[in-house]
């Protein structure tokens, strides 16, 4: 009856390692497609031809807000390579005009890692949007890694945006990727649909794990530590592609999140 119940554990250990392995492969993360209804309300911005950049800040008023922005004087049309080589620069500001069809319910997406680091984004003259402190701190290290959904007007179109960005990172700063124009609730089901494979997989590693420490405790009475090995490696490779899951910025600390992954 023992060996009976070791064969058994065997074969679940087995078929386990193999679901792990399967479920592994990582699904592709799209967004500005067309293959759905709900991708077609989705444009990605890139910083290209159509933006201007402005290194360093503008002078701020009594009440610590920045001024003369709005100036065309004072913007270099952007090219590709303009924005390399940061060097001592802590401040940057970029602008676009946005002439993309209208939307109902507009919003943006910044993805992780793609703002660097704390930033300003004003439409037109209106302050609309703000993460971190706007100066060169120590506590704006860790803002890059998480991502940002803002509301947007409905009469959007045709206005100016305007990033004000301060970053004491040794090479980024601005925007380094593409960011996401659309309809917030297309734009927040495409957050969750990107991340759904990384919490199935997850969960798959640390359900396994934990099925794992039972075999190890009650079938091999605590003799068998390869089993043991197998059921730590599983459990927390799970809660490591569960920190990878981007939601979870929104509930845990950009800091711990990066202290799970590294």
Do not use: M
């Given at each position: 009856q023992g060996d009976k119940k070791v064969i058994f554990a065997h074969r679940i250990l087995v078929m386990m390692i193999l679901g792990c392995l399967i479920s592994s492969w990582n699904a592709?993360?799209?967004?500005?497609?067309?293959?759905?209804?709900?991708?077609?309300?989705?444009?990605?911005?890139?910083?290209?031809?159509?933006?201007?950049?402005h290194w360093g800040d503008f002078e701020l008023n009594a009440q610590g807000q920045p001024v003369g922005f709005d100036d065309p004087a004072a913007w270099t049309p952007y090219q590709a390579g303009s924005l390399e080589g940061k060097g001592a620069q802590t401040f940057l500001w970029l602008k676009t005009t946005l002439q993309k069809p209208a939307v109902a319910n507009p919003a943006i997406f910044i993805p992780l890692f793609t703002g660097y680091q704390s930033f300003e984004i004003y439409l037109d003259q209106t302050l609309i949007y703000q993460t971190g402190e706007l100066r060169?701190?120590?506590?704006?290290?860790?803002?890059?890694?998480?991502?940002?959904?803002?509301a947007l007007p409905a009469d959007y179109a045709g206005?100016?945006?305007?990033w004000r960005f301060c970053s004491l990172h040794p090479r980024d700063i601005g925007l380094v990727g593409d960011i996401y124009l659309g309809e917030h609730n297309a734009l927040f089901e495409k957050i969750l649909l990107n991340n759904l494979h990384l919490t199935i997989l997850s969960a798959l590693f640390i359900i396994t794990g934990l099925l794992s420490y039972i075999v190890f405790l009650k079938v091999y009475a605590r003799k068998n530590y390869a089993v043991f090995a197998f059921a730590t490696?599983?459990?927390?490779?799970?809660?490591?592609?569960?920190?990878?899951?981007?939601?979870?910025?929104?509930?845990?600390?950009?800091?711990?999140?990066?202290?799970?992954?590294?």
């Open positions: 592709p993360v799209t967004w500005a497609d067309t293959g759905t209804p709900a991708a077609t309300t989705i444009t990605a911005l890139a910083v290209n031809q159509e933006w201007s950049y060169p701190v120590f506590a704006n290290t860790y803002l890059s890694r998480t991502w940002h959904l803002f206005k100016t945006l305007f490696l599983a459990t927390f490779s799970g809660f490591h592609l569960l920190a990878d899951a981007s939601y979870l910025v929104q509930f845990i600390a950009p800091r711990v999140l990066t202290y799970i992954w590294y």
